[in-house]
């Protein structure tokens, strides 16, 4: 997911991985649970840190750098200091409460999406070492999650934005791919 404040840039070596936008067939796929918790994945899970950070997003999911796994990487979004991997993530349970709110993505650049999302959620997830742990999440932190575990199947906020909105968004998107020559 974008974040919102632009911040500062970040430091460590920026990793060459290119950040898959909107009409990238990756982006459009189910990803596939990780069963092997190795050297592979935790280098994954490091290239995906440093992706989302030189991208200055809060969040992001292994399809946006074309691997279909399913592994998600976000950091809290008043600190980037503070961040978390989590490998097969599921939502366990939502809140009936839901809001509508502006969202961004990182593969669809320059556009926000009006998304309703549930205000709290109870994920279950595997850390590097496979290990399964339960985590609560409400408001921004809920939001972010729900965005990146859409990531994992497929799911853009595009499709998620109510008809109106969709076709707004969709037409702003055909008319810069036009404007830029894409
Ligand atoms: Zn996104």
Known sequence: MARKDK???????????????????????????V?????????????????MHREEGVGLAAPQI????????????????EEYV??????????????????GCLSVPGCTVEVERANEVRIAAQNLEGVEFEADAAGLIARILQH???????????????????RRVLKELRERAIESGT
């Open 66 to 81: 074309g691997v279909l796994s399913r592994m998600i990487v976000w950091h809290h979004p008043e600190d980037e200091n």
């Open 86 to 103: 989590f490998v097969n993530p599921r939502i366990v349970s939502m809140s009936e409460e839901r809001s509508l709110a502006g969202e």
């Open 7 to 33: 911040q500062k840039p970040r430091r460590g070596a920026v990793p060459l991985e290119r950040l898959r936008t909107f009409g990238d067939p990756a982006l459009k796929q189910q990803a596939n649970p």
């Open 148 to 166: 990146e575990i859409d990531h994992l199947d497929g799911r853009l906020i595009v499709d998620r934005a109510a008809p109106e909105e969709r």
């Open 35 to 51: 069963t092997v918790f190795d050297s592979r994945l935790v280098k994954l899970a490091e290239t995906m840190l440093a992706v």
